[in-house]
């Protein structure tokens, strides 16, 4: 699914309010319906679909939540948030005294400290989502620390297709895949709203190291993702792996998890109780 520009008229499928040519609305490419930005707004996602519904219910009995723990879907970047704001507010105080009031309603947080507000949500969403997709076929680990370092992962989802070490970003604009290296030479890299967004891709390649690392005594498949929420995707553009990364969506991915694979269920169990034991909640 993704924001486009319809062409013709059509029917949100949700609440059924017209829609007219050249209005942005999300589109499904799998039941060719349209979805109204408000709706989309208002419950965050279309419902599951009928494949990933049926893993989520019938096929997997995972352990409750005071077996493995999920850990909390932005934990780490909320708090760095109030961190950076209450920091900010404590500045006024001091400089401005009694007028301190009338500066912070003047002056907003910058927007280096409001990209980790935006993180967090965006790491919510995806939980959020991939839970209601996939719930009971899949073991999601949120918020990770690595050990000896002072970074985390965001999420790490064990299912039967493997395991899947994703890196969640917000971002607003176009998301597109461009050729940097001209006529002569391939180097596709991401480009949102035009700047280069390429270096992200790296970023992952310690996180998954330190999976695989963890999990060098397992014979499982560990899967890079970049997931961005609230970018917009051109009509024709489908995810696509850069460097052995997958750089998706919300509802790819979740269609990527759910994909049968190697793994056994029993496994899946362990796998999972592993990357808790090695993975603490930051």
């Not at 965050?44 to 409750?64: R, V, W, Y």
């Not at 918020?143 to 899947?164: L, Q």
């Not at 970018?231 to 995810?239: C, D």
Request: a positive charge.
């Amino acid at each position: 699914m993704g924001v486009i520009r319809l062409r013709f008229p059509a029917s949100c499928s949700k609440c059924g309010v017209s829609i007219p040519p050249r209005t942005r609305a999300h589109w499904d490419t799998e039941t060719r319906s349209a979805i109204c930005l408000g709706c989309m707004d208002r419950c965050g996602s279309p419902g599951p679909s009928k494949k990933a519904a049926e893993i989520g219910s019938t096929q997997l009995f995972l352990p409750s939540d005071n077996t493995v723990s999920r850990g909390v879907a932005g934990g780490s970047a909320q708090r760095e948030f109030e961190r950076r704001h209450q920091k900010r507010l404590s500045i006024i105080d001091a400089r401005f005294g009694r007028w301190s009031g009338i500066v912070k309603s003047l002056f907003d947080d910058p927007q280096s400290t409001k990209a980790w507000a935006d993180g967090a949500s965006g790491e919510r969403i995806l939980a959020e989502y991939l839970s209601s997709r996939l719930e009971g076929s899949v073991v999601i680990l949120n918020d990770r620390k690595v050990p000896g370092t002072r970074g985390n992962i965001d999420h790490i989802a064990v299912a039967s297709s493997g395991v899947w070490v994703i890196d969640t970003k917000r971002y607003r604009g176009d998301l597109k895949k461009v050729n940097r290296g001209g006529p002569f030479r391939t180097d596709y890299g991401i480009f949102i709203n035009g700047r280069d967004r390429t270096k992200l891709i790296a970023d992952l390649d310690w996180q998954s190291g330190a999976v695989r690392k963890a999990l060098s005594d397992f014979s499982v498949p560990v899967h890079s993702v970049l997931c961005f929420i609230g970018v917009e995707w051109g009509l024709f553009l489908k995810p696509f792996q850069l460097d052995g990364v997958w750089v998706t969506y919300r509802k790819s991915l979740a269609e990527m998890i759910s994909e049968e694979g190697p793994i056994k269920k029993e496994e899946i169990t362990r796998v999972a109780a592993r990357l808790q034991s090695r993975f603490a909640e930051k």
